[in-house]
C-alpha cells in the first residue's frame, strides 16, 4: 500500500488573512523570532498496490483540478515513505538519528513536467 500526500499553498502573491492572523496571535502569545506563517492544507490518499506512472499522473490530475485551485493555489504531490530506520537512513537502532538523505520525498510529478 503507498500513501500519496498533496500540499496545497497559497501562491506567494495571494494575501493569505489565517496566516496574517496566526503571525499576529504569535506576538501577542510571546513568541518572537517568527518572520512569516502560510496556511496550507495537506491530504493523504492511500492507494491500493504500488503506485504506478499512469495512477501517479491521474493523482497529479486530481490534485490539480480538485484538491487545489489552480488560479490561487500551488501544489506538491509526493509519496510518503514508510518511516523505518533503514529508510531513514538511521543505524542507532533507536530512532535517534536525523534522517540521512533529502527533507522531502520525491515528487510523484514533478511541477515541470505537468502540462
Known amino acids: 500500500m503507498a500513501r500519496v500526500v498533496v500540499d496545497v499553498m497559497l501562491k506567494p502573491e ?44 491521474r493523482l497529479d490530475e486530481l490534485a490539480g483540478s480538485l484538491l487545489s485551485n489552480p488560479v490561487i493555489e500551488d501544489y506538491e504531490i509526493y509519496e510518503e515513505l514508510e518511516d523505518t530506520d533503514a529508510e531513514a537512513g538511521c543505524d542507532c537502532g533507536e530512532c535517534a538519528c536525523e534522517p540521512a538523505g533529502e527533507d522531502r520525498p520525491t515528487p510523484v510529478v514533478p511541477a515541470a513536467d505537468r502540462s
Open 14 to 57: 495571494i494575501l493569505d488573512p489565517q496566516g496574517r492572523a496566526v503571525m499576529g496571535a504569535l506576538g501577542r502569545l510571546g513568541l518572537t523570532g517568527i518572520s512569516s506563517v502560510r496556511q496550507g492544507k495537506r491530504f493523504e490518499i492511500e492507494v491500493e498496490g504500488e503506485l504506478d506512472e499512469d495512477l501517479a499522473e
